[in-house]
């Protein structure tokens, strides 16, 4: 199973004074409280499902394999963290590049990947007692020589950069040998999720709401099949 998860809701596109005071890079913003509720909500329903998942296909939820793999961006990375403290199986939060933001010119006047507080200085909402254990990696789950973020991307470079990273997820999933028990979750941005669906040909909402999620899996003739499409579940 592949999920694709939008950040909750970020400090810089509210009007409270109190959350807005927490964005320290203008291109980096954290979390709001809101933000950090709808990913909690969001991984206490995506255990739910995943222990259902479990049950029908007989699988012990300790026997489940679960990934996080992150967008470098801060809010993506919060949203990582508060759903891995209700997920099983996990303790490793590996960071990709590959599911960072779009680099449209209308949101960027440059590449400022190399400036954000995960490759510069920790934001410090992301301490000890927040990531209770979790270890971000700066080395990658994906390794594999893949399209990055470059400026200024286009619609299709876009689309050929979260078509192979997804197209390498179903590859690695394929070499597990208990491919039910292979679960990938990646943590990153509306125009992501958006185009994971596009690129699978799925009819999806003109609009991914914070925390909306994408989800595909593999049918036992290893055909890709869709589940969620866009939806948030932390309502």
């Not at 109190?18 to 954290?30: G, I, M, N, S």
């Not at 990273?165 to 597990?176: M, V």
Request: net charge positive; aromatic share 10%; charged share 20%.
């Amino acid at each position: 199973m592949i999920l694709f998860v939008r950040h909750g809701e970020r400090a810089d596109m509210v009007a409270n004074p109190y959350e807005r005071k927490k964005v320290l890079l203008k291109f980096d913003p954290p979390l709001t409280e809101k933000g950090e509720y709808q990913a909690k909500v969001t991984g206490q329903k995506l255990r739910l499902q995943i222990e259902e998942f479990a049950k029908q296909k007989q699988i012990k939820i300790e026997d489940l394999k679960i990934s996080f793999m992150s967008s470098p961006f801060l809010r993506c990375i919060q949203t990582a963290v508060i759903m891995m403290n209700e997920l099983p199986n996990n303790s490793n939060l590996f960071i990709q590049n590959e599911i960072g933001e779009l680099m449209y010119t209308h949101s960027f006047d440059q590449n400022i990947l190399m400036q954000l507080h995960f490759n510069t200085f920790q934001h410090p909402i992301l301490n000890n007692n927040y990531l209770n254990g979790i270890q971000i990696k700066k080395d990658k789950f994906i390794n594999a020589n893949l399209p990055q973020p470059i400026y200024p991307e286009d619609q299709d470079y876009c689309q050929k950069r979260v078509g192979l990273f997804l197209e390498q997820l179903f590859i690695e999933i394929k070499k597990q040998p208990n491919q039910q028990n292979t679960i990938f979750i990646c943590i990153t941005h509306q125009g992501i999720v958006s185009l994971t669906l596009k690129i699978q040909k799925v009819k999806n909402p003109s609009y991914v709401d914070y925390c909306g999620l994408s989800q595909f899996f593999l049918d036992q003739n290893g055909v890709i099949q869709n589940g969620i499409k866009g939806q948030s579940i932390w309502q």
